[in-house]
């Protein structure tokens, strides 16, 4: 496969008072062209932070992030131009990422302005195709943000993404504050468009259903590492990390034969600030014993399944 996007041991820390908070925390892995990345994780647990330090919105405090085999890490300039064209972003709230004293036509041609490749007749022609492209009928061209629902807001939204053809866009809970049957449609239109376009996607959400739907690939992530990542058809059919098990069971069920068994998780969480090392989720684990207090590493259990637990054999009797 064509590699797009290499994460190598990538760190992301913030100064608070009482320390540094390790928001995300020596996280690797590799999106190839066309693929779909799913992140999941409870609230907080740096998936959003983990997308916005890929794309440069925030500058990592270590570790490397290559597009096409390129260093971008600390690239400047017209490098990181050139970078931003082919990365961008789908924000969460479709109301406060939207200006809203631009209408729409202005919202999506404003990149197009700044790439400067664009003459104003060529202008007018890609907005009203970005338009017809992600399904926003060409006489809400002029209307703004407030006049629109909140799929149409966040299709204008994923218009203003599409805009510079880029490679790469992460996609940051796009879906999460539109209403269940709105939701349906502009996953379809992620799903659609990727087709089309053979774009990648970094797909950050808490929702296992969603992330089931759309994604090829699936890591899981808890107080900034990764505990657990595979392909989507062997997270769900093979669960190896005792979180993921837990985050599973949440998952409501219409099978009412066979209910899920909810796992309820005991203890206190982990402090992200300054945290000491070994599993940050022994706390919570039924399973932890002290050889969880040394450092833990991802580790290929079964083909391609990568878990970081050093108890996982003994839990699932590998």
Same mark, same amino acid.
């Given at each position: 496969?064509?590699?797009?996007?290499?994460?190598?041991?990538?760190?992301?820390?913030?100064?608070? $008072?009482?320390?540094?908070?390790?928001?995300?925390? @020596?996280?690797?892995?590799?999106?190839?062209?066309?693929?779909?990345?799913?992140?999941?994780?409870? =609230?907080?647990?740096?998936?959003?932070?983990? /997308?916005?330090?890929?794309?440069?919105?925030?500058?990592?405090?270590?570790?490397?992030?290559?597009?096409?085999?390129? @260093?971008?890490?600390?690239? *400047?300039?017209?490098?990181?131009?050139?970078?931003?064209? *082919?990365?961008?972003?789908?924000?969460?709230?479709?109301? =406060?990422?939207?200006? $809203?004293?631009?209408?729409?036509? +202005?919202?999506?041609?404003?990149?197009?302005?700044?790439?400067?490749?664009?003459?104003?007749?060529?202008?007018?022609?890609?907005?009203?195709?970005?338009?017809?492209?992600?399904? &926003?009928?060409?006489?809400?061209?002029?209307?703004? $943000?407030?006049?629109? @629902? /909140?799929?149409?807001?966040?299709?204008?939204?994923?218009?203003?993404?599409?805009?510079? *053809?880029?490679?790469?866009?992460?996609?940051?809970?796009?879906? #999460?504050?539109?209403?269940?049957?709105?939701?349906?449609?502009?996953?379809?239109?992620? &799903?659609?468009?990727?087709?089309?376009?053979?774009?990648?996607?970094?797909?950050?959400?808490?929702?296992? #259903?969603?992330?089931?739907?759309?994604?090829?690939? &699936?890591?899981?992530?808890?107080?900034?590492?990764?505990?657990?990542?595979?392909?989507? #058809?062997?997270?769900?059919?093979?669960?190896?990390?005792?979180?993921?098990?837990?985050?599973?069971?949440?998952?409501?069920?219409?099978?009412?034969?066979?209910?899920?068994?909810?796992?309820?998780?005991?203890?206190?969480?982990? #402090?992200?600030?300054? $945290?000491?090392?070994?599993?940050?989720?022994? +706390?919570?684990?039924?399973?932890?014993?002290?050889?969880?207090?040394?450092?833990?590493?991802?580790?290929?259990?079964?083909?391609?399944?990568?878990? =970081?637990?050093?108890?996982?054999?003994? &839990?699932?009797?590998?």
């Amino acid at each position: 496969m064509d590699k797009l996007i290499e994460v190598k041991n990538l760190k992301k820390y913030f100064d608070v $008072p009482a320390g540094k908070n390790h928001a995300v925390d @020596d996280v690797s892995f590799t999106i190839n062209r066309g693929e779909t990345l799913g992140v999941v994780g409870e =609230s907080g647990c740096g998936k959003s932070t983990l /997308g916005r330090t890929i794309i440069r919105l925030q500058e990592a405090t270590a570790g490397q992030v290559l597009l096409n085999g390129e @260093d971008i890490t600390h690239v *400047k300039g017209q490098k990181l131009k050139k970078a931003r064209e *082919k990365m961008q972003i789908v924000f969460q709230d479709p109301y =406060s990422s939207l200006n $809203p004293r631009m209408d729409v036509n +202005a919202i999506i041609t404003e990149p197009l302005k700044h790439a400067g490749k664009y003459t104003k007749k060529d202008l007018e022609a890609e907005t009203v195709r970005l338009l017809r492209l992600v399904g &926003i009928d060409e006489r809400l061209r002029y209307a703004y $943000p407030h006049e629109l @629902d /909140g799929g149409r807001r966040q299709r204008v939204g994923i218009a203003r993404a599409l805009a510079l *053809k880029p490679e790469f866009i992460v996609c940051d809970e796009p879906v #999460s504050a539109l209403d269940v049957s709105i939701q349906a449609q502009v996953l379809n239109l992620f &799903i659609d468009l990727q087709q089309q376009m053979g774009m990648a996607y970094m797909f950050v959400t808490h929702d296992l #259903s969603v992330v089931r739907h759309i994604s090829t690939h &699936i890591c899981v992530m808890y107080l900034g590492q990764l505990v657990e990542m595979s392909n989507t #058809s062997g997270l769900f059919e093979n669960t190896l990390h005792p979180y993921t098990k837990a985050l599973l069971s949440a998952v409501p069920s219409i099978d009412i034969d066979h209910p899920m068994e909810r796992i309820r998780m005991k203890g206190e969480i982990t #402090s992200p600030i300054n $945290p000491k090392p070994g599993c940050r989720f022994a +706390a919570r684990c039924p399973y932890a014993g002290e050889e969880c207090l040394k450092e833990q590493h991802l580790e290929e259990i079964l083909p391609k399944h990568f878990v =970081s637990c050093c108890k996982v054999r003994e &839990i699932n009797q590998l």
